[in-house]
């Protein structure tokens, strides 16, 4: 069996530094005057770095620091590690039971071998337009803490992202995510579209409803693989939120994703077949959002 020759190139020689405390990364990043990539599972910047696509002269790795693999719910607020595993995420009986959508996107994430190697903070740091945990977070007003030289600060996921593979982070490292607890008759659920098992996604998508009887007290929809960054369909959303949901709301809020997103054609699928099928996500995930909303 022969392998395409670009997989067997080798990695272009680095320094490795592992430091022990997220105090000590920061002051190595620092001192490198942030030329340095930050190694978390390794997913996605080894086979990189294996492709010359990144040639870091540095690399910190994040394996030894400690205070980075927790998940813990305290004052209404789940905090999660960065290094938190997807599996670690899956096998959690707190993320499975509260927290649905984000578990049913830990369930069609790449292959076991991924899901125990791949961190939570390494997929919102990827900064991937299709990036699976990032939708279900986005619905759950999820903020990343920041740490760097100056000290923390929060961003909401929302805007950390500034276009494929970019992001907000200056010279700093995601220490953990920060999830504000659903409320009551909240309701959540996540699908992605793919070509075949273990591949990313054409487009992904979680929506979070909270309802009052068959009312839609609030509404959050958010997708992914369908513009440069993980969006959140606003207008979408209005179309749904204050209303009855049934559905006449449904099919209404199905036809007006498709004109606030940009996908585009590209070796995973057409910009056509994406638009398609964000409409019938929404569609499907609205319905049942609302129905498990009616279910706690
Ligand atoms: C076969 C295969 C299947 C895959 N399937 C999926 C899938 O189904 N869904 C999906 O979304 N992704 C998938 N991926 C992509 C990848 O596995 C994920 O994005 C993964 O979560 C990356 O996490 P990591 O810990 O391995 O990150 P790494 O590879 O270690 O890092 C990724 C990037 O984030 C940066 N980084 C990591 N952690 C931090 C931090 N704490 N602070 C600052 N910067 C940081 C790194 O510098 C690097 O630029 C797949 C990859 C492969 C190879």
Same mark, same amino acid.
């Given at each position: 069996?022969?392998?395409?020759?670009?997989?067997?190139?080798?990695?272009?020689?680095?320094?490795?530094?592992?430091?022990?405390?997220?105090?000590?990364?920061?002051?190595?990043?620092?001192?490198?005057?942030?030329?340095?990539?930050?190694?978390?599972?390794?997913?996605?910047?080894?086979?990189?770095?294996?492709?010359?696509?990144?040639?870091?002269?540095?690399?910190?790795?994040?394996?030894?620091?400690?205070?980075?693999?927790?998940?813990?719910?305290?004052?209404?607020?789940?905090?999660?590690?960065?290094?938190?595993?997807?599996? +670690?995420?899956?096998?959690?009986?707190?993320?499975?039971?509260?927290?649905?959508?984000?578990?049913?996107?830990?369930?069609?994430?790449?292959?076991?071998?991924?899901?125990?190697?791949?961190s939570i903070g390494g997929n919102i740091c990827r900064s991937s337009p299709s990036a699976d945990m990032v939708p279900p977070l986005i619905t759950l007003d999820s903020r990343v803490n920041?740490?760097?030289?100056?000290?923390?600060? +929060?961003?909401?996921?929302?805007?950390?992202?500034?276009?494929?593979? +970019?992001?907000a982070l200056n010279g700093e490292i995601l220490k953990e995510i920060i999830v504000p607890s659903p409320p009551a008759r909240c309701g959540m659920a996540f699908r992605k579209v793919m070509?075949?098992?273990?591949?990313?996604?054409?487009?992904?998508?979680?929506?979070?409803?909270?309802?009052?009887?068959?009312?839609?007290?609030?509404?959050?929809?958010?997708?992914?693989?369908?513009?440069?960054?993980?969006?959140?369909?606003?207008?979408?959303? +209005?179309?749904?939120?204050?209303?009855?949901?049934?559905?006449?709301?449904?099919?209404?809020?199905?036809?007006?994703?498709?004109?606030?997103?940009?996908?585009?054609?590209?070796?995973?699928?057409?910009?056509?077949?994406?638009?398609?099928?964000?409409?019938?996500?929404?569609?499907?995930?609205?319905?049942?959002?609302?129905?498990?909303?009616?279910?706690?």
């Open positions: 069996m022969s392998f395409p020759q670009e997989l067997t190139k080798s990695i272009k020689i680095f320094r490795y530094f592992s430091p022990r405390t997220l105090k000590e990364a920061i002051s190595i990043l620092e001192e490198l005057h942030g030329n340095a990539k930050i190694l978390a599972g390794g997913t996605d910047l080894l086979p990189m770095m294996k492709l010359h696509r990144v040639t870091p002269q540095n690399v910190i790795s994040l394996r030894n620091v400690v205070g980075l693999g927790h998940i813990r719910e305290t004052n209404l607020t789940l905090k999660i590690g960065a290094l938190r595993t997807i599996s +670690e995420m899956q096998q959690s009986d707190l993320v499975r039971e509260r927290y649905t959508s984000l578990y049913e996107a830990t369930k069609t994430f790449g292959t076991p071998q991924i899901r125990n190697m791949a920041l740490v760097g030289p100056n000290g923390e600060r +929060e961003v909401l996921l929302e805007e950390f992202f500034t276009g494929p593979g +970019e992001n070509r075949a098992s273990a591949d990313l996604a054409k487009v992904n998508c979680a929506v979070k409803i909270v309802s009052r009887d068959r009312i839609c007290d609030d509404v959050r929809i958010a997708i992914g693989g369908v513009a440069d960054t993980p969006i959140r369909a606003r207008r979408t959303e +209005e179309i749904i939120r204050g209303r009855e949901v049934n559905k006449d709301v449904i099919n209404e809020a199905a036809l007006a994703v498709t004109k606030e997103i940009a996908p585009i054609t590209d070796v995973r699928s057409t910009a056509q077949y994406r638009a398609h099928i964000t409409s019938v996500l929404v569609s499907n995930l609205t319905a049942l959002a609302f129905h498990r909303s009616t279910q706690v």
